[in-house]
């Protein structure tokens, strides 16, 4: 851990806002995050700027756009693969019962699944994924991504920075990353509500108007 802190400590900007939005974009993209440590180069990333060798705004803002990113990419790939992914070698590494499980939790909570599901590792790594194969609309899939995507990762980023020069507290935090919840779900709770608002769908009035117009021609 102390070793990868001084490597890392090592990259300078604009290096480092570049490595860690890679990382973040790795840590979302399709399957990657069970293999890469995305977050806790998010979190290595607050303590580097924590040093004053970056800017915590930027650095925020990096993994932010990295962490949509990467659930822009597995989404469509999910989207254009389908269940091939789920057949290959990484996805094997996931049980049946996890897929069919992750699946389902998506159909019943739809673009909440994928704010909420950010703050999971298992269900990050699924989620974008599986609503792409679901054909979840994209304009509704990124209106719940991309608060979710930047609250979790500028969160993650400052998560990092609280830590300060605690390595031990920087490790501890990287693998229980339930508290990560405890200081982004309220945050998540008002802005979801509010992008639930935005995205409802309207009454189709008009179109119950056109097919009561068009519905006599139909007949003959």
Known sequence: MTQGLHQFMAMTSPWA???VGLMACAETAALVGLVVPGELALLMAGFLAFTGHVSLPLMMAAAGVGAIAGDS?????GRRLGPRV???????????ERWDRTADYLRRRGGWAVLFGRWIGLLRALIPLLAGM?????ARFLAFEVPGGLVWGAGTVGLGYAAGGSYGLVEQVSQRAGLLAV???AVLAVVGLSVHRMTRPRPPVARRLGRARTAPSGRR
């Open 134 to 138: 679901g054909r979840l609309p994209y």
């Open 73 to 77: 990419i597995s989404y469509r790939i």
């Open 17 to 19: 806002y570049l490595v």
């Open 183 to 185: 200081a982004g779900l």
């Open 86 to 96: 789920r057949d290959s070698r990484l996805g094997r590494r996931v049980s049946a």
